[in-house]
Nanobody, 119 residues
Framework: QVQLVESGGGLVQDGGSLRLSCAAS????????MGWFRQAPGKDRNIVAA????????AYADFVKGRFTISRDNAKNTVYLQMNSLKPEDTAVYYC????????????WGQGTQVTVSS
């Protein structure tokens, strides 16, 4: 079992930056693949980025490549999403998620944090 709590959202201007954090409970955090998803009003929840248990492998949605960076600190049970060059279309609720290797996303979610980018 793992519980996830996001922080770091807020209001930022077009072109600005934010860093989201997701603190996880549990002793087995390092065994989970971690991801960030986002959901805008009236739209589906989509994956933004994911990182392997060791941090050695990362993957990004095309719409954030080159702007966002996912990282993790297993000693602190925390995963981060550094978001640079933010655009108004990045406005959404951002969710942290965890899954075991070989399983699909959906077992563990955070409560979400709002990111709003003003033009």
């Amino acid at each position: 079992q793992v519980q996830l709590v996001e922080s770091g959202g807020g209001l930022v201007q077009d072109g600005g930056s934010l860093r989201l954090s997701c603190a996880a409970s549990g002793r087995t955090f390092s065994s989970y693949v971690m991801g960030w998803f986002r959901q805008a009003p009236g739209k589906d929840r989509n994956i933004v980025a994911a990182i392997s248990w060791s941090g050695g492998n990362t993957a990004y949605a095309d719409f954030v490549k080159g702007r966002f960076t996912i990282s993790r600190d297993n000693a602190k049970n925390t995963v981060y999403l550094q978001m640079n060059s933010l655009k108004p279309e990045d406005t959404a609720v951002y969710y942290c998620a965890a899954r075991k290797e070989g399983r699909t996303w959906g077992d563990y979610w955070g409560q979400g944090t709002q990111v709003t980018v003003s033009s």
